[in-house]
């Protein structure tokens, strides 16, 4: 069974450049969060999508927007990069166990220049 | 508002030997679940184990097991036997009820160096 994919493992942008990151969920999984991880903030969440719906959605400016498609597969963009923006991106998918379980895949890093 | 401590910035441990993780955690909420995952240098979150607030006993999975005290709000990572490979960033991280989809709030982290 495969897990949770992210491509691409690594991205270089320059500022006010828009990018788009990609997960896949583990077959069967219909829920796919998203996360930054940086080390002066560490782990937070940025959203949820569930069957094709934003459920929920953490602190984060609307430059940063995300959808899912009706295969569970979910991307995210951020626009107008900043250097700030430079982080490790990680999604995490989970099942019919809800939040009891939550698969993360390799995440994507993100250099913004 | 949820909150996850993780006290220890680092911690070394001896081959073969056992290690515990300090994790506290704080909410309001009855209902409530906890994480531990690994980080390799590679970036990877690997899942370890996971607890239930519910659960009433400890969560093991082989070499892991959470020691869980819910009066305390404590939710320690015990790796026992450590190996070299064991040597990772390792975080703890809760959901909790309501309307709290797909939301983990995760702690600093512990890095751990097992030492040969």
């Known amino acids: 069974k495969a897990g949770v994919t992210q491509t691409p493992r690594y991205l270089i942008k320059t500022r006010g450049q828009q990018v788009t990151l990609s997960c896949s969920p583990i077959?069967?999984?219909?829920?796919v969060s998203w996360y930054q991880q940086t080390p002066g903030q560490g782990l937070q969440f940025l959203f949820e999508?569930?069957?094709?719906?934003?459920?929920n959605k953490g602190n984060f400016p609307g430059r940063f927007s995300g959808r899912q498609f009706s295969n569970s597969r979910s991307e995210m963009n951020v626009s107008t990069l900043e250097l700030g923006d430079s982080a490790l991106y990680l999604c995490?998918?989970?099942?019919?166990?809800?939040?009891?379980?939550?698969?993360f895949g390799q995440g994507t890093r993100l250099t913004v220049v | 508002a949820q909150k996850i401590t993780q006290t220890q910035p680092g911690m070394f441990v001896q081959e073969k030997e056992a290690v515990t993780l300090d994790c506290t955690y704080d909410?309001?909420?009855?209902?409530?679940?906890l994480f531990w995952y690994k980080q390799p240098s590679s970036g990877e979150m690997i899942f370890l184990i996971y607890?239930?607030?519910?659960?009433?006993q400890n969560a093991t999975e082989g070499r892991y097991s959470l020691n869980f005290q819910k009066a305390r709000k404590s939710a320690n990572l015990v790796i026992s036997a450590s190996q070299l490979g064991d040597s990772a960033m390792y975080f703890c991280?809760?959901?909790?009820?309501?309307?709290?989809?797909?939301?983990?709030?995760f702690g600093q982290g512990t890095i751990l160096t097992v030492h040969p």
């Open positions: 995490a998918s989970s099942g019919t166990r809800g939040n009891t379980e939550a698969f």
């Open positions: 077959s069967g999984h219909r829920s």
């Open positions: 999508y569930f069957s094709e719906t934003q459920r």
């Open positions: 909410t309001s909420d009855q209902s409530y679940g």
């Open positions: 607890q239930g607030s519910y659960d009433e």
């Open positions: 991280a809760m959901w909790t009820g309501g309307t709290s989809y797909g939301k983990l709030t």
